[in-house]
C-alpha cells in the first residue's frame, strides 16, 4: 500500500523547514512529471526519514534556474522523528544542490505561504565585457554600462501599495495584481550590481520583469519616468523583457514571531556579501 501524509493531516504534527537550494540544478520547485524539480527530491528524502509519503507546501514557487537562500517549507508527519532527522538525516538523502538548514515543530496554524508576512528577494546582476564562468548561472549578466544613478530614480515608483499588472507574467494564477513594495535597494559589490526587494508578496515574475523594466532604464532604453508610466498603465505587453532566471534569489520569508524559523531579515547571496 502507498502511504502518504498530506498537510493538515489531522493528529500529524506540523513540521517547518528552512531550505537552502541552486535554482540551476532543478526545473523550478513545484513538482513535475519528470521529478526534476527541488520539491521532488526534498520530499523524496523527507520519505526516506519518514518512512512514507510527504507533501510539502512552500512559502513561494520559484522558476528553473531561480535560487533560494531561504525558502520555508511545511508538512505534516504522523510518525515521530528527532528534530536532527530531518536536517542531518533529509539531507543525507538530498544531492548536494539542496540542503535543510532548519527543523522546527510548529502549531497547525501555521502555514508556509499563507502565514507568511513579507519576503525578500534579490537580484544579482554581472557587469562585464564578457561572461564570467563564476558568474555563470549565479547572476544575471549586461555587458554594455548601467547608469545606476538612473535606475535608483526609477526604481522608487515602485514603492507602496499598487497594481502590478504590468509586471506580472501571463500565466499568474494570482487572484489580485496589488502587492505592496516595502523595500526595493540597489547598491554595488565590485562587478555586481544588487538589488533587493521586500513586499507582503510577489506575482509571478514580477520580480524578474521588474528587472528587466530598471536594466532598460539604466541602458538609456528608456527615460527614467517610464517605469512609473508603464505601472500605471497595468499593460504587461508595454514593459521590458523578463530578465534571466540566473541571478534571482528568495533570500528570507518573514512570520509572526511565534515562529522563528531563521528565515528573516532576508540576507544577500554569498556571491554579494564580499
Known sequence: MNRSVEPNAGSATRIALRVAYDGAAFNGWQTQ???????????????AVAGLRVVTVCA??????????????????PVT?????????????????????????VDDRFHARYAALRRGYCYL????????PLY??????????????????AATAL??????????????QARSPIRTIERIELSERGPLLVLEIRANAFLHHMVRNIVGALVWVGLGRRPTGW????????????????????????????????????????????????
Open 33 to 47: 512529471p519528470t521529478r526534476d524539480a527541488a520539491q521532488d527530491a526534498l520530499e523524496s528524502a523527507l520519505a
Open 81 to 105: 522523528r528527532p528534530q536532527s532527522a530531518w536536517v542531518r538525516g533529509v539531507n543525507a538523502h538530498l544531492p548536494a544542490s539542496i540542503a535543510v538548514q532548519q527543523a522546527i515543530g
Open 136 to 153: 555563470a548561472h549565479r547572476a544575471g549578466w549586461v555587458f554594455r554600462g548601467l547608469d545606476t544613478s538612473r535606475i535608483a530614480e
Open 60 to 77: 513561494g514557487r520559484t522558476d528553473a534556474g531561480v535560487h533560494a537562500l531561504a525558502q520555508v517549507v511545511h508538512f505534516d508527519s
Open 125 to 132: 546582476i554581472y557587469r562585464g565585457a564578457t561572461r564570467h
Open 159 to 172: 514603492l507602496g501599495e499598487h497594481d502590478f499588472s504590468a509586471f506580472r507574467s501571463s500565466q499568474c
Open 227 to 274: 517605469v512609473a508610466e508603464i505601472l500605471a498603465g497595468r499593460d504587461r505587453t508595454l514593459g521590458a523583457p523578463t530578465f534571466s532566471a540566473q541571478g534571482l534569489y528568495l533570500c528570507g520569508v518573514q512570520y509572526p514571531p511565534q515562529y522563528d524559523i531563521g528565515s528573516w531579515p532576508a540576507s544577500l547571496p554569498p556571491l554579494a556579501s564580499r
